[in-house]
């Protein structure tokens, strides 16, 4: 079992659609990251977040730590959005745990 | 600098050789992270240094991987004997915090590192 699990693994949209991104964990946490890997293999950092809810663009992630899960919503998926998504937690201690991503494809 | 920076971006050496793969991370960040990911898979943690604390080296593959960081700047990761299974894209990624990863992480554009 994973400590963090993403789904769905695989998800193709088409341009203009509201995407959902869903990322459980087990694990106790302080704080979880969203990250974006671009097909060049370059990751950014998309919002780090312990409570509540964040807001960049059209991207919007929400966190519930009382039930251990997380969403990243895009909005008016662009083909630019296509890149894998992937939720990381680190526990206490220093292991970091990293969903397995979520490889999103936008089709114009 | 502006950004995390990683060097070389590229690294291919023969299969026993020793490698050091270097990492600048953003002035002022105190916490400093490597990861790796080999082809067509997730992302592994391998070490993290917070401050002038001695790092966990439990994440690390083999006691051939080893890694330092002088202060709060520079970070080595350094790979003896090199193996094929070695290959992979080693990623470095810093943040400015106290916590155990509870700042945004800023990441370099990644060492890929094929071993023959």
């Known amino acids: 079992k994973n400590e963090v699990e993403q789904s769905p693994q695989n998800l193709t949209a088409q341009e203009g659609e509201f995407i959902t991104i869903n990322c459980s964990y087990s694990?106790?946490?302080?704080?979880l990251h969203w990250l974006q890997q671009h097909p060049g293999g370059g990751i950014v950092s998309l919002f780090m977040?312990?409570?509540g809810k964040k807001k960049h663009g059209r991207l919007i992630a929400t966190i519930n730590i009382q039930e251990k899960h997380s969403s990243l919503h895009i909005t008016a998926s662009h083909p630019r959005d296509s890149a894998v998504y992937i939720c990381?937690?680190?526990?206490?201690?220093?292991?970091?745990?990293f969903g397995t991503g979520t490889s999103l494809t936008v089709i114009p | 600098g502006a950004g995390v920076s990683q060097s070389p971006s590229n690294k291919v050496t023969e299969k026993g050789k020793d490698v050091e793969l270097r990492c600048d991370p953003i002035?002022?960040?105190?916490?400093l992270y490597w990861y790796r990911q080999r082809l067509g898979q997730g992302l592994e943690f391998l070490i993290y240094?917070?401050?002038?604390?001695?790092?966990?080296k439990s994440g690390l593959p083999s006691d051939r991987f080893s890694a330092e960081r002088t202060g709060e700047s520079v970070s080595t990761l350094t790979i003896q004997r090199t193996q094929q299974e070695d290959s992979a894209v080693y990623l470095c990624?810093?943040?400015f915090g106290q916590g155990y990863g509870s700042e945004k992480l800023f990441f370099g554009s990644g060492t890929q590192l094929s071993v023959l």
């Open positions: 990624a810093s943040s």
């Open positions: 694990v106790g946490i302080s704080a």
């Open positions: 977040l312990s409570s």
């Open positions: 990381a937690t680190p526990p206490t201690g220093n292991q970091f745990y």
């Open positions: 002035s002022g960040h105190t916490a």
């Open positions: 240094f917070q401050g002038n604390s001695a790092p966990d």
